[in-house]
T-cell receptor
């Protein structure tokens, strides 16, 4: 069964450093997302990406964050200057084209644990 | 806010018993999806139910949707210790590029 893959599974970084989290979405999917989950809290939407541009972003997704789809397979999340409060599990997700207007299953990767020290 | 909220927050049962988790949301939706998360792991998709559907089954899982009450339930029948996990509902609404809004989740513990 196709799956969303994420790397690294765990990264420890110094505060102020740049971090890039990588994702390979499911190959025939067109919608891509990043979510995060701070330890013990709910899963929060960060950004959605469709047709090579950001389609929606949350308040969390400020100027420190950026996303890219540098080629046909990868989807990356960059945090320019990490803060302690960026420590969280970051999930990449993808979904197929919505053909019926009622949405489609969104598949999540295993996540990347980011610890900022 | 369109957030889904689950109850109970935590549920502890014995193997073989049924587990029912509920989810409520605030605005009109396209669909509602249930996910399972084992501790520290990724989100595993369980079931998607569309706004024009009332009930769906998948193996030991049964999901209902009541759009008039803006609520959904997930029933796990004949639970097993391996079902121990957190369960989240997530709602998707029209115009949201299929963005999902998650509830806080129900922590289910199934004891052998």
């Amino acid at each position: 069964e196709p799956e969303v893959t994420q790397t690294p599974s765990h990264q420890v970084t110094q505060m102020g450093q740049e971090v890039i989290l990588r994702c390979v979405p499911i190959s025939n999917h067109l919608y891509f997302y990043w979510y995060r989950q701070i330890l013990g809290q709910k899963v929060e939407f960060l950004v959605s990406f469709y047709n090579n541009e950001i389609s929606e972003k949350s308040e969390i997704f400020d100027d420190q964050f950026s996303v890219e789809r540098p080629d046909g397979s990868n989807f990356t999340l960059k945090i320019r200057s990490t803060k302690l409060e960026d420590s969280a599990m970051y999930f990449c997700a993808s979904g197929r084209q919505d053909s019926g207007g009622s949405g489609n299953t969104i598949y999540f990767g295993e996540g990347s644990w980011l610890t900022v020290v | 806010s369109q957030q889904g909220e689950e109850d109970p927050q935590a549920l502890s049962i014995q193997e073989g018993e049924n587990a029912t988790m509920n989810c409520s949301y605030k605005t009109s939706i396209n669909n509602l999806q249930w996910y399972r998360q084992n501790s520290g792991r990724g989100l595993v998709h369980l079931i998607l139910i569309r706004s024009n559907e009332r009930e769906k089954h998948s193996g030991r899982l049964r999901v209902t949707l009541d759009t008039s009450k803006k609520s959904s339930s997930l029933l796990i029948t004949a639970s097993r210790a391996a079902d121990t996990a957190s369960y989240f509902c997530a709602t998707s609404y029209s115009g949201g590029y299929n963005k999902l809004i998650f509830g806080a989740g129900t922590r289910l513990a199934v004891h052998p």
